[in-house]
């Protein structure tokens, strides 16, 4: 994909999660199929968490050179920063307040080589380039993550024996 196209589904995620995560009652926002999964809460809390302090602040050390990797915890943050406690909707105007800042850099970077390298401690070589795809393949993930989440709730509703009607995933 181009950049510039990459940069622009970044933008229109926005729009995507907002409109998913519109009219969620405050049961339906904290609802887990199983007690290890997360809720829409929580997804939305790391979705924030993540534009803030991972792949924008990340791919800015790509393209300055800089190779130092800071440790984050994300799966950690659920707890120590009590997503649970946090208010949804806030959470959800923050993620997307975050994203057009994140998307208002974007657009601002002048980079002509998006092959600059990094070095990940797990995963080696890693470029700018890879660092944007993943942020957008992040994006994707937690959109199928809320769509199935979405599916599961309606599962467990007293219309879930009449589901097969609206055809197989």
Known sequence: MEIKSIIQELESDAVIFQNLLLNISIEDQIWKPFENKWCLLEIVCHLYDEEKEDFRPRLAK?????????????????????????????????????????????????????????????????????????WLAHDFLHMRQILKLKYQLLESGPGKDMLRYAGDL
Request: with cysteine; proline share 4%.
């Open 62 to 134: 790509i393209l300055n050179g800089d190779h130092n990797w800071d440790p984050i915890d994300p799966q950690g943050w659920v707890l120590s920063r009590n997503y649970m406690e946090k208010d949804f909707t806030e959470m959800l105007n923050k993620f997307i307040d975050e994203r057009k800042r994140s998307v208002d850099w974007l657009n601002g970077l002048n980079i002509n080589d998006w092959n600059i390298k990094a070095v990940h401690p797990k995963l080696g070589e890693f470029t700018a380039y890879q660092m944007l795809c993943c």
